[in-house]
């Protein structure tokens, strides 16, 4: 649920910045990439607080065992899982 809700929550904003990223594109001052980058950056420390905190309620709820070993594996899947969602989002401008 935390990776799914992630991949929703960046969707309404992907129209706004294809036209950001088509202007920066055309005027050719700096990379698109470096826009990426500074974006992923500025984002990321929400990211980690959003889906540790997400997936930590849910690990719990559900049941799984208690182990220190399988929450930190499953908590890798659902940071892969969230920043692939924001990738995914990104690169609908493309």
């Known amino acids: 649920m935390g990776e799914l809700s ?3 929550l ?3 904003t992907v129209p706004d910045e294809c ?5 920066e594109r055309l005027s ?8 990426w980058l500074a974006k992923m ?12 905190i997400s997936w930590t309620v849910m690990f719990f709820m559900v049941g799984l065992p208690h182990d220190g ?5 499953s908590l890798g899947v659902a940071y892969l899982a969230g920043f692939m969602g924001q990738v995914r989002a990104q690169n609908m401008c493309e």
């Not at 050719?28 to 826009?35: D, F, I, N, Q, T």
């Open 10 to 12: 960046n969707l309404p």
């Open 19 to 23: 036209d950001v990223i088509r202007k």
């Open 6 to 8: 992630q991949f929703l």
């Open 41 to 52: 950056t500025s984002e990321l420390p929400l990211l980690f607080i959003l889906i540790t």
């Open 28 to 35: 050719g001052v700096y990379r698109v990439s470096a826009l």
């Open 69 to 73: 070993a399988v929450f930190a594996a």
